[in-house]
């Protein structure tokens, strides 16, 4: 029995695998608009705007500070055959949320100028159900 477990285990050990992600830090949002003298404004805005959505209703308003900064990306494949996607990896997320070919909106469409995903072209995507 103990034989048996041992060859298991060797076996379960040279069929392991580990997946390496090559990660690329790129500048962030923060550094990129610091470069072109454009962070004072954008952040003044971004301010304005978090405020003008903040719930007083509890008399504490939660501030949260979010200097957009660090960001790892690292490309993925999604579908069969794959489409390579560079995405943000995000570990305080379960969730990943890459736009559809279908993915439209008003005047600032927030798919603008992203990859978007061709479900059309997969032969693995199944619809879910949600929008």
């Known amino acids: 029995m103990r034989t048996v ?9 040279s069929l392991a695998h580990v997946h390496q992600m090559r990660l690329r830090k790129q500048d962030s949002v923060r550094q990129m608009l610091a470069r ?10 971004k301010n304005q705007q978090r405020a003008s959505r903040v719930s007083f209703d509890a008399g504490f308003p939660q501030k949260v500070n979010d200097y957009d900064d660090a960001q790892y ?5 999604i579908g069969t055959p794959g489409q390579l996607f560079q995405v ?11 736009p559809d070919q279908t993915c439209s909106g008003g005047i600032s469409n927030p798919c603008d100028k992203k990859h978007k ?15």
């Open 5 to 13: 477990l041992c060859l298991l285990a060797l076996l379960g050990l």
């Open 36 to 45: 072109n003298g454009q962070w004072e404004q954008y952040n003044a805005q």
């Open 73 to 77: 990306v690292g490309n993925i494949t």
């Open 88 to 98: 943000i990896l995000d570990t305080g997320s379960a969730n990943l949320w890459v």
């Open 117 to 131: 995903f061709h479900s059309s072209e997969s032969s693995t995507w199944v619809k879910n159900g949600k929008a």
